[in-house]
């Protein structure tokens, strides 16, 4: 319909995709056959992403725990950030994404097969379609803040470009966000920018990540709304949030209930600069054109609404003025 063709035409910018979120089923299934994995259950891609079992987020992050495991060598590493970046992202008019790697999310595979097999995959995506992109490295809160660490001073030692900061990702029901003080101060000393996700955490986390962690840019946070002060506070300083309504409202685990449209609705109302995202497109059932399409039914959107949150997520990116000009 004609909504359909209007949100698939905006233009995006995509700032809250994870690359093993953002792998096809049948890619995933493609990938266990090529290395000789048996996928656990004896799932089929028909089944591999199952949205209705996703109630808590343990049972989410054991998906992409299948997913990340069968992508190991530069060719797979590759294949899925090309296709994220082209069928995933420029076929629906995304201009620029930076991308979420989770490093620990493929055990064993060293960090420079990673890097150099998702460049590869980056540029040719913008050879063959235009869209650029950058990439976050996501530290992992399940695991431990010596590991969290070590991964930053790997992201130092193999320095590139396209590593623009680092994030937090994984379970935030294993604790606050102040564990990690160390691994986000040797970050910033090396000059990365910082985000970190509080998807279901209270306001006061999101302080921890302005003061403590020294984040410029906040993944979800949904509760920023219940804490009046915190809310005035990130409008003043204009903190970027990056909301995904579809991932946010089928994982039971934001704390919003299926009430996530109405959360970024009061995150907008209130003056917070928000912006639109899938997470895991396909592990959610979504892609970058629904995503706004969802906001535009729930909230009554129109074209200058969505518009408006494409121009924020510009002014969130990581780029310098000169890249940034040429997105808007
Ligand atoms: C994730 Cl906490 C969370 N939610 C959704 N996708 C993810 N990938 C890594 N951590
Ligand atoms: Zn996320």
Redesign the pocket.
Known sequence: DRTERVVAGLPKVSLHC?L??SVEATTVVDLARKHGVVIEGGRTAEDLFDHDSYED?DE??RV?DVAGSVIRDADDFHRVAYESLTAGGAAHNVLYREI?L?PP?HPGVPYRTILDGVRAGMRDAEADTGIRSNLIV?L??NGSAQAAYELVETVIENRADEVLGIGL????AIGPPERFWKAFRRAGEAGLNRTA?S?SGPPHHIETLLDLLGCTRV??GYHVVDDPAITRRCVEERIPFTC?PV?SDI?R?SGSGDGTHLRIKQMVDAGLMVTIDS??PP?FGTDPTNDFRALANALGYGLDELSALTANAVEATWLDETDRAALR
């Open positions: 994870h093993i979120g987020l989410f992050l992409l979420f989770s999310g996501g992992n809160r990702d994984y379970s935030e996700h998807e993944d979800h995904t991932s994982g685990y997470d895991d592990m």
